[in-house]
């Protein structure tokens, strides 16, 4: 790929009530051997650990990060922060909690180099699957309602309709110009990306997933979303207000209302409600 142009890639790193395993994710960031441009922690935890605040502070004040502090924890919110700080032309948004199974930076940058869309989504596989080379995993459904229709760690690259929110890639251009990220999605922010996605297409842009730019989401038990509580089990409108917000604004009003109405059903019509009964009340 001589003679390609690169994109400047600035990696974000929105964080919350992260310790040890957020220095791991910028360890890994800065042993690669395609560096990003600048790693922006954007840092929504009052209060760390003593040790992560000296680690942080000593990352920062060598340049190897920015670290941003933000007081009022909002994903969306960080993510419009970090979009504003962002030097690259090209910004990564990484979870603080994942281990990088590729060179991320070098794979991201090839696949809008080459491709020449708007949002690159990578390769997310959870701690419990394994990367699936299967062709039918290719493909979405694009209903509104359907957020899993595509299974991001399949191994074929293809257009896309959603992307996860912890590996992704956007041209800071194209983000600023439809707006940024949605701040009324609020707590957990779930179904964000999907609002994002929707404006993003409409505006004529494209998606790709790509999954040579691969990570491991560690889902760490403590801090991020999991300072909510479990989404399967919680009776706190944290981790649900984004998908009513999400109903009200996307689609006809019938089809608001019927997904609105069906909600709660669907809500526990899960394996582990099959299986775990006594938490659907």
């Given at each position: 790929m001589t003679g390609e142009k690169f994109p400047e890639i600035s990696v974000a790193i929105p964080t919350y009530m992260r310790e040890q395993v957020l220095l791991e994710t910028i360890d890994q960031l800065l042993a690669l051997e395609t560096l990003p441009a600048e790693i922006l922690v954007v840092d929504q935890t009052l209060q760390h650990d003593r040790e992560t605040s000296q680690r942080l502070?000593?990352?920062?004040?060598?340049g190897a990060i920015q670290w941003l502090r933000l007081e009022i924890p909002s994903i969306p919110a960080a993510m419009n922060h970090a979009l504003c700080r962002a030097a690259g032309d090209v910004v990564l948004f990484l979870d603080d909690d994942v281990e990088l199974t590729s060179e991320i930076i070098a794979a991201h940058a090839a696949a809008h180099s080459e491709h020449n869309v708007a949002l690159?989504?990578?390769?997310?596989?959870?701690?419990w699957q394994t990367v699936q080379d299967v062709q039918e995993n290719a493909f979405i459904s694009g209903r509104e309602d359907d957020p899993d229709g595509f299974c991001f760690n399949s191994a074929r690259s293809c257009r896309i309709s959603r992307f996860m929110g912890g590996n992704f890639s956007i041209k800071k251009s194209i983000a600023l110009q439809i707006g940024g990220f949605d701040e009324n999605f609020v707590r957990v922010a779930y179904r964000f990306e999907a609002e994002f996605?929707?404006?993003?297409?409409?505006?004529?842009h494209e998606i790709l997933f790509s999954p040579d730019a691969s990570i491991?989401?560690?889902?760490?038990?403590?801090g991020g979303t999991r300072t909510f509580g479990e989404h399967l089990k919680t009776i706190l409108p944290s981790h649900c207000v984004g998908r009513y917000y999400y109903l009200l604004i996307a689609g006809t009003v019938t089809r608001r209302l019927i997904r609105i109405t069906i909600g709660p059903f669907r809500a526990v019509k899960t394996r582990f409600h099959l299986s775990h009964p006594w938490w659907i009340p």
């Amino acid at each position: 790929m001589t003679g390609e142009k690169f994109p400047e890639i600035s990696v974000a790193i929105p964080t919350y009530m992260r310790e040890q395993v957020l220095l791991e994710t910028i360890d890994q960031l800065l042993a690669l051997e395609t560096l990003p441009a600048e790693i922006l922690v954007v840092d929504q935890t009052l209060q760390h650990d003593r040790e992560t605040s000296q680690r942080l502070q000593r990352l920062a004040d060598s340049g190897a990060i920015q670290w941003l502090r933000l007081e009022i924890p909002s994903i969306p919110a960080a993510m419009n922060h970090a979009l504003c700080r962002a030097a690259g032309d090209v910004v990564l948004f990484l979870d603080d909690d994942v281990e990088l199974t590729s060179e991320i930076i070098a794979a991201h940058a090839a696949a809008h180099s080459e491709h020449n869309v708007a949002l690159v989504a990578g390769q997310v596989v959870q701690s419990w699957q394994t990367v699936q080379d299967v062709q039918e995993n290719a493909f979405i459904s694009g209903r509104e309602d359907d957020p899993d229709g595509f299974c991001f760690n399949s191994a074929r690259s293809c257009r896309i309709s959603r992307f996860m929110g912890g590996n992704f890639s956007i041209k800071k251009s194209i983000a600023l110009q439809i707006g940024g990220f949605d701040e009324n999605f609020v707590r957990v922010a779930y179904r964000f990306e999907a609002e994002f996605a929707a404006r993003l297409l409409a505006a004529g842009h494209e998606i790709l997933f790509s999954p040579d730019a691969s990570i491991r989401h560690l889902k760490v038990e403590s801090g991020g979303t999991r300072t909510f509580g479990e989404h399967l089990k919680t009776i706190l409108p944290s981790h649900c207000v984004g998908r009513y917000y999400y109903l009200l604004i996307a689609g006809t009003v019938t089809r608001r209302l019927i997904r609105i109405t069906i909600g709660p059903f669907r809500a526990v019509k899960t394996r582990f409600h099959l299986s775990h009964p006594w938490w659907i009340p």
